[in-house]
């Protein structure tokens, strides 16, 4: 069945005359042919996508027909310039490919997202996984569908371009590249896109170069609900701080003009820019989206008339560079490419197999824990037998020397720089590193969690700091939907090293609640791919924070370190002044996924992490008097799970309890247990848990959260004969 804008073209193109020449316009006739090229092949493929799918053999419909206008914004930019595409910009992604090869290098393109849309495990970026538009070789950072998800890391993007070269070090880009951005006008309106665009707007206020170009593909609908006429100009044409620039999609000599104006702004002023590039979505939606059901017919034949593709045709015949007959011919070739490739791809092999799907997610982890197994920790001799620390102490005399022998690595985060951190973890730092590389942010963690998957990828080694655990929940996807899917969705050729310090766990004393006590990190645990640091002890937090950098940087490992709050400034163990919680600098680092024994009781093993080794080591000491030995296993790491050392120590006794701080619904101790099972574990097995709570102010906490009184009733039931 002929798609309606595909006989509308071809109706149209007969019609067209030639006439006088448009002055002072840099569109030329060659690039007006290449724009022209890329549009026609864009064009085809949504054409062939919607066959695919008629006929079984494709999996994604999401078209760019009515926004090819973007090919003539990739005309107006460098291939060396990052990209970060909307998922209708087609257009741009073959633009970009002819401007690297000409047209083998589009006619490769096509045939790359034709893989994708038959999710062929031959698809050169994702291998297969999703169809997405990107290529480590083009510069363009492969992007799913979730709405605005990839604008704070665009930000993060155009940070690290300057600032990698503030550092003197080697980045992803050259010194003067912009980062570019394409979006929908729907995006505009979520969360994460203002957000993220106040975050450039607040950083060039500060000075800071941000060469960003935030390019607003605007159709005037977000799937079936209309965008408010005028709404996109009215919230960006004056904002200070933000250069607007409007151009027709529909007309390629105008979208080429303003779009080379705008690179250039953002290029030579190193200030974010918004190009508004107003466009047309002919075909719905996808194709399972039936568009008459919430637009007139009048208002969708309207559009036909705004066609990009039709709107560079009547250019070219008007200058004279095509005749009609020209235009038809160049467009039926085109098809005929398109349709052969397809032809070709379908059939060839999708992913098949499990180890095949998550290879890039299982080799991640492995380099990572291969890497921190044989980093060797540099302890200068002076610092060797020094004075115990706390855990905060130690976290600071890390991430001290992170700065010092990572030329890339930046702290950063809300008042991590002049303050040194709420609790004085960061305390010195900016003194001893720089402003440069130890500096605070805006209090918005989206921002803060894109400036770091920015910075990874732009070969620098982010450390972010969220002040706390329940601070992180309204960002979580820029870890889940964006940072650990990278590596997954571009079959490892991106990657986004960072590590997340986050401030956690409950506990606090005089300052607590909700937002201060949070002990559910459900949301990190499931995100796969993801390293998850529970540090408990001063010298395993030191230790544990080297290997998360010795991962990060050869793996390009997301990591998660989280760390107790009211262990910060502990000091003693059993009781007052023995000062048995304090510990010297470590000599060697903490291997991701092995666990710390502590004790060697025949009667009972603790598996426990966090507040619950202080706890549980507090409670062995207790029962030891009655007889009662137990051995405490501190996990360290959440994720990868230390299942060998748990394993071992469990059948050393037989008997174990699961002390788990999180919560009963959701907590690490469901995994736990399930994790023993499911090992053959045949044991006594137990556990005890926070309630499921929110956790409320003042010593109404303690109902809630574990105490050592429940871990000893605990021990004494399965120990018990």
């Known amino acids: 069945m002929a798609e309606s804008i595909d006989t509308n073209f071809l109706a149209a193109v007969p019609a067209m005359t030639a006439g006088t020449p448009r002055d002072e316009i840099r569109l030329t006739a060659p690039l007006a042919l290449d724009v022209f ?75 790359d997202v034709l893989l994708g849309l038959v999710a062929a495990a031959a698809e050169p970026i994702s291998g297969g996984r999703h169809k997405v538009f990107g ?46 951005c394409s979006f929908g006008d729907a995006s505009v309106n979520h969360s994460t896109a203002v957000g993220a665009i106040n975050t450039a707007m607040h950083s060039a206020y500060q000075g800071l170069p941000m060469p960003l170009l935030l390019v607003c593909e605007d159709n005037g609908i977000g799937i079936s609900t209309p965008t408010p006429r005028g709404w996109v100009a009215r919230t960006y044409e004056n904002r200070a701080g933000l250069t ?61 008339d705004r066609d990009p593709v039709l709107g560079t045709a009547a250019h070219l015949v008007a200058a004279g560079v095509l ?86 690595a930046l702290v950063f985060g809300e008042d991590v720089a002049r303050k040194g951190g709420v609790y004085g973890v960061t305390r010195g730092l900016q003194n001893a590193a720089g402003r440069a590389r130890v500096f605070d942010t805006l209090l918005d963690e989206q921002a803060i969690l894109g400036l770091a998957l920015g910075a990874g990828m732009s070969g ?47 506990y606090q004393k005089g300052f607590g609640g909700h937002f201060h006590n949070d002990n559910s990190i459900a949301a990190i645990r499931d995100i796969p791919g993801v390293v998850i640091a529970s540090p408990s002890r001063p010298d395993d937090a030191a230790a544990m924070l080297h290997a998360c950098a010795a991962a990060a940087d050869a793996a390009g490992t997301v990591c998660v370190y989280l760390e107790p709050i009211a262990l910060y400034h502990t000091r003693d163990l059993h009781q007052d002044g023995d000062e048995q919680w304090l510990a010297r600098y470590p000599d060697e680092v903490a291997p991701i996924g092995r666990a710390r024994t502590h004790g060697d009781g025949a009667d009972l093993t603790i598996l426990t992490f966090g507040n619950g080794v202080r706890m549980s080591l507090r409670v062995a000491r207790r029962l030891e008097r009655a007889g009662i030995g137990i051995r405490v296993v501190d996990l360290r790491w959440l994720a990868p799970l230390p299942v060998e050392d748990m394993l071992r120590e469990a059948r050393a006794t037989g008997r174990v309890l699961v002390v788990d701080e999180t919560r009963t619904t959701g907590g690490v101790g469901e995994g736990l247990l399930a994790t023993l099972l499911a090992h053959g574990y045949t044991g006594r097995l137990a556990r005890v848990a926070g309630e499921d709570s929110f956790i409320p102010l003042g010593d109404a906490a303690l109902q809630v959260l574990l105490s050592e009184d429940t871990i000893e009733s605990a021990v004494l039931t399965v120990t018990k004969l």
């Open 135 to 180: 290529s480590h070789g083009l510069n363009v950072i492969p992007q799913t569908s979730t709405i605005a998800s990839h604008l704070p890391r665009a930000v993060g993007v155009a940070f690290s371009i300057a600032r990698a070269r503030k550092l003197r070090v080697t980045g992803a880009w050259p010194d003067d590249a912009l980062a570019v």
């Open 460 to 506: 620098l080694l982010p450390i972010p700091e969220i002040q706390y655990l329940a601070y992180l929940h309204n960002a979580a996807d820029q870890i889940r939907g964006e940072g650990a899917t990278l590596q997954f969705f571009s079959d490892r050729q991106y990657r986004n090293p960072m590590i997340v310090r986050i401030a956690g766990y409950g």
């Open 244 to 304: 607007y620039f409007a151009a027709d999609g529909a007309d390629p000599a105008e979208t080429f003009d303003v779009a080379q104006a705008a690179a250039e702004y953002v290029r030579s002023h190193r200030r974010p820019a918004f190009l508004h590039l107003r466009t047309v979505r002919l075909m719905g939606h996808a194709g399972s989206d039936y568009e008459p059901a919430y637009r007139r017919p009048d208002e969708i034949m309207a559009d036909f």
């Open 37 to 111: 090229d890329a549009q026609l092949r864009s064009r085809h493929l949504d054409i062939a996508a919607r066959e695919l799918r008629s006929e079984g053999k494709g999996y994604y419909t999401i078209g760019s027909s009515g926004h090819e206008g973007n090919a003539a914004v990739a005309a107006a930019l460098r291939v060396t310039d990052p990209a970060l595409l909307h998922y209708r910009s087609g257009g741009f992604f073959l633009a970009r490919a002819g401007q690297a090869g000409g047209v083998d290098g589009m006619a490769r393109a096509v045939r």
């Open 323 to 408: 005749t009609p007959e020209q235009v038809i011919d160049r467009y039926e070739a085109v098809r005929a490419e398109v349709l052969t490739a397809a032809r070709e791809v379908v059939g060839l092999p999708q992913l098949l197999t499990r180890a095949e799907v998550v290879r890039p997610l299982r080799d991640t982890m492995a380099e990572a824990v291969a890497a921190s197994a044989r980093t060797e920790l540099v302890v200068p001799v002076a610092g060797r037998g020094g004075e115990p620390l706390t855990l905060a102490q130690s976290i600071n005399r890390a991430l001290r020397e992170i700065l010092e022998r990572r030329p890339g």
